[in-house]
């Protein structure tokens, strides 16, 4: 699974601290996907094609509103599961040793947000081939009255 450190660089109490975001196995995150984008439509999200063909870096700037429309109990559920992917780095000197982050390891409200983001971004891939796997569900959803587009035929 993929693995990268996050180093807070911001002054504060929470300089230098050492994080190791790990990406979820592809079940759990495809899974963790498809409930986001799930909550977000029943929230009232205007998830359609423009979404599952954001690409990554579209779906990236769209992760704010995607959350800004699911119900809290939604909501916290999905960032809970994001933080279980977030170890705290606490001595320099060991390097190999790690642990769960608590809520006491971010002193500064900013430190999380980050945090969150970085590991965010770790996962927006599968919010995509979420996006991609439920579109024809949030069409039938949002009344999507597209044609499918046809297909070359095999002459």
Do not use: N
């Not at 699911?70 to 279980?84: F, G, K, P, T, Y």
């Amino acid at each position: 699974m993929k693995t990268v450190e996050y180093t807070h660089s911001k002054t504060g109490a929470d300089e230098g601290k050492r994080f190791i975001l790990t990406r979820m196995d592809a079940f759990s995150a495809d899974k963790w996907a498809r409930h986001i984008l799930q909550a977000a439509i029943r929230g009232g999200a205007r998830v359609g094609a423009d979404l599952a063909e954001a690409g990554v870096a579209g779906l990236a700037s769209l992760g704010i509103e995607i959350f800004g429309f699911m119900e809290e109990a939604d909501l916290d559920r999905a960032l809970d599961r994001l933080m279980q992917c977030i170890a705290l780095r606490p001595d320099p000197a060991h390097p190999e040793t790690t642990r769960a982050v608590i809520a006491t390891d971010f002193e500064e409200p900013e430190t999380l947000g980050l945090v969150r983001a970085e590991a965010f971004r770790l996962h927006v891939g599968f919010l995509l081939a979420a996006a991609h796997q439920l579109f024809p569900v949030v069409a039938a959803l949002l009344g999507d009255t597209a044609q499918e587009k046809p297909r070359p035929s095999a002459a």
